[in-house]
């Protein structure tokens, strides 16, 4: 059974970093895409980031890009997301997602999300 | 950027009732688009990819149809369960998804 297990996330200042970590299990991680959604009562559902299956290629939303980093270790099928330079619209629901298969770009697993809260 | 536009905002229907979402997009999308299924408190759950597609798992009650612009997803007969939040997903270019339909009791 697939599951994606999210740690991190909290509180933090205008201009501080944080980390997202995401653990899956049941299915072979290093032959999937993964993603990371986050979620806010006002502008709904927004894709941040892709990594590759072998983590080769990166790519990143508009609103994050020079900011944010996505990475892999397919050895200990974690996922993990790198918040710096964190901004009062940054404040969401973060998911980590599965891609469903080689150039989908559709999420068919996720995680059970992480809330991050970027408040002075 | 693709912008989704579903309508309506809600639909108030009561079990066992047809239920037929829309999803514009502002320009052509091909056929890639999914839909999710969301409840309060839970990530979002891929029913249809593609935009016709079962992801594994989804009732035979869902359809979806539509190519190019215009997508509807349908639930044939509403069951308990069904009642939740909606959403479509475009891949044709970065991922973007629309704003929801509210799928409530009647």
């Known amino acids: 059974q697939v599951h994606l297990v999210q740690s991190g996330g909290g509180v933090v200042q205008p201009g501080r970093s944080l980390r997202l970590s995401c653990v899956a299990s049941?299915?072979?991680?290093?032959?999937?895409?993964m993603h990371w959604v986050r979620q806010t009562p006002g502008k709904g559902l927004e894709w941040v980031a892709v990594?590759?299956?072998?983590?080769?290629?990166?790519y990143f939303a508009d609103s994050v890009k020079g900011r944010f980093t996505i990475s892999r270790d397919n050895s200990k099928n974690t996922l993990s997301l790198q918040m710096n330079s964190l901004r009062l619209e940054d404040t969401a629901l973060y998911y980590c997602?599965?891609?469903?298969?080689?150039?989908?770009?559709?999420?068919?697993?996720w995680g059970q999300g992480t809330l991050v809260t970027v408040s002075s | 950027e693709v912008v989704l536009t579903q309508s309506p905002a809600t639909l108030s229907l009561s079990p066992g009732e047809r239920a037929i979402l829309s999803c514009r997009a502002s320009?052509?999308?091909?056929?890639?688009l999914a839909w999710y299924q969301q409840k309060p408190g839970q990530a979002p759950r891929l029913l249809i990819w593609?935009?016709?597609t079962r992801a594994t798992g989804t009732p035979a009650r869902f359809s979806g149809s539509g190519s190019g612009t215009d997508f509807t997803l349908t639930i044939s007969s509403l069951q308990p369960e069904d009642f939740a939040v909606y959403y479509c997903?475009?891949?044709?270019?970065?991922?973007?998804f629309g704003q929801g339909t509210k799928v409530e009791i009647k």
């Open positions: 997602a599965r891609d469903l298969g080689p150039d989908k770009d559709y999420f068919d697993y």
């Open positions: 049941g299915f072979s991680f290093s032959k999937h895409a």
């Open positions: 990594i590759s299956d072998d983590g080769s290629k990166r």
């Open positions: 320009q052509s999308v091909h056929n890639y």
């Open positions: 593609n935009a016709l």
């Open positions: 997903q475009q891949r044709s270019s970065w991922p973007t």
